[in-house]
């Protein structure tokens, strides 16, 4: 098992990924998009974070997300909004597969992935590849042809804001000299 460094910088704009469990769509579920939607808020507010862009797709989820300089530590709120929405999607669905002993040592259930993927957003443009990577991502995973069509991301936010031409579609030149993106 590799170690992981994570560093921890006040203010910064991080990418997070979060995977479900052996990649159940649960997002699927208009409710249990919603619920999740609803923690994330919850949690932004409550950790003083802004949430700058995301794109929630069936099996995982993908964020951006403003620190702030009290709470430059994400690693507590991001666990935090995982167990919270586990909890509470228990109530969805009482049957959930037993976790096995390893998951159990871990207290881990099977809602989701172990451990999350993030990025710390190292200039301007990097920040414009997470976005368009985020708000496009409905497209590369196959789900729509056009990411205006996609209601689950802040896209729509973007166009109002003029960020985006009302047909915008991403140069994929710029998703290729990346890391893998945690999905
Ligand atoms: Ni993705």
New binding site residues.
Partial sequence: MPTYHRFYIPDAIVAF?LVTYNRSPIFSNTQVAELFLNLLTKITNQFHYECIAY?L?PD?V?LLIQLSLENPNFSLPIRELKRLFSVSYKKFNPLLPLPNSSRQKHHETTIWQRRFWDHVIEDERDLERHLNYIHF?PV??GFTDNPAHWHWSSYSYYVEKGYYPKDWLPDLNQFEDSDN?G?
């Fill in positions: 990924t794109s797709l995982h993908h991502n590369k995973h993106w999905e």
